[in-house]
């Protein structure tokens, strides 16, 4: 996008059941100046389901039954009683909603991208506690190297689209902890292709304000006492309202943030562009990412 060749881009910004994806918030730190003109114009909310792909175990494999064995369409068999393994600092652990479709025992590799993992913690603790993990840079990825390996010994956390492509089994079906799990993505588009003109008859309601979102990151002294807290007070002054706020590594000195704040209002809203001057007084820098249509406030 940054070259031009493309108009638009997509990507994942956070997760209902794992938070934040870190690699989008160190893609917008931009530590080494290769994409300064991005910003976000848009948000996709997307329901997120895994499943667990890869072969039931051959004959020489299996610990269980032969009737066992996942069947591609997806029906379940049955399996173990799921329950997961107490320890001291958790002794009463939530079961897994999903239970496998066949014996997992022959499983000993899982491939997935590292966002699965966490929303997937509960079914792997219950069910493939202890097997070795490899991330990788797609669920889909996890897919295609599971489908050429020839042992038959590992298994991917990736989605049905994915089982189709590669030909692989479901070895389990919605793993994920959480039923209502969802990613929201950004829409990103180069600055200069960015609209900040604000509505002349609505730009300062406050049903306005709540139909746009923003984006900024900043740093501040990490030697003045109070420092993050007078920025943050510059929000609450203008009557902003913060609806997430991430610290990342700045890469100026170890222990130093950037901190990644998201609020209600769009630039151009007087509030909003108050609040930018306000930041200029007690933050060292800051950088816009860009305005967007509230996604949520449009379905509400």
Not at 237 to 260: D, K, V
Request: proline share 6%; charged share 20%.
């Amino acid at each position: 996008m940054q070259s031009g060749k493309a108009n638009f881009g997509v990507v994942p910004f956070e997760n209902s059941t794992n938070g934040s994806v870190v690699f989008t918030l160190d893609l917008f730190a931009d530590q080494s100046a290769k994409h300064p003109d991005i910003v976000v114009c848009g948000e996709r909310y997307v329901e997120v389901h895994h499943c667990l792909l890869g072969h039931p175990a051959a004959p020489s494999q299996a610990h269980a039954p032969a009737s066992t064995k996942a069947l591609r369409d997806g029906t379940r068999s049955p399996s173990s009683s799921g329950h997961a393994t107490p320890i001291p600092g958790n002794p009463n652990p939530t079961n897994s909603r999903a239970a496998p479709l066949t014996d997992l025992s022959h499983i000993k590799k899982l491939y997935s991208h590292p966002q699965a993992w966490g929303q997937c913690k509960t079914f792997l603790s219950c069910y493939l506690k202890g097997v070795e993990r490899q991330d990788v840079s797609s669920t889909s990825r996890a897919a295609e190297l599971v489908a050429a390996d020839e042992t038959n010994t590992t298994a991917a956390i990736s989605s049905g689209i994915a089982a189709q492509m590669t030909g692989l089994d479901f070895l389990a079906r919605d793993i994920e902890d959480d039923k209502d799990n969802a990613t929201r993505f950004f829409i990103i588009r180069r600055r200069s292709l960015e609209d900040t003109s604000p509505s002349p008859d609505e730009e300062n309601s406050q049903e306005h304000t709540r139909a746009y979102k923003s984006l900024l990151s900043f740093t501040v002294s990490h030697t003045d006492a109070g420092a993050l807290a007078d920025a943050l007070a510059v929000f609450k002054t203008q009557g902003i309202n913060l609806t997430s706020i991430n610290p990342r590594p700045s890469g100026e000195a170890p222990w130093h943030y950037m901190f990644f704040v998201e609020f209600s209002g769009k630039r151009g809203q007087a509030a909003v562009d108050d609040t930018l001057t306000g930041l200029d007084k007690v933050v060292r820098s800051w950088r816009w990412l860009g305005s967007w249509e509230n996604a949520l406030q449009q379905k509400q």
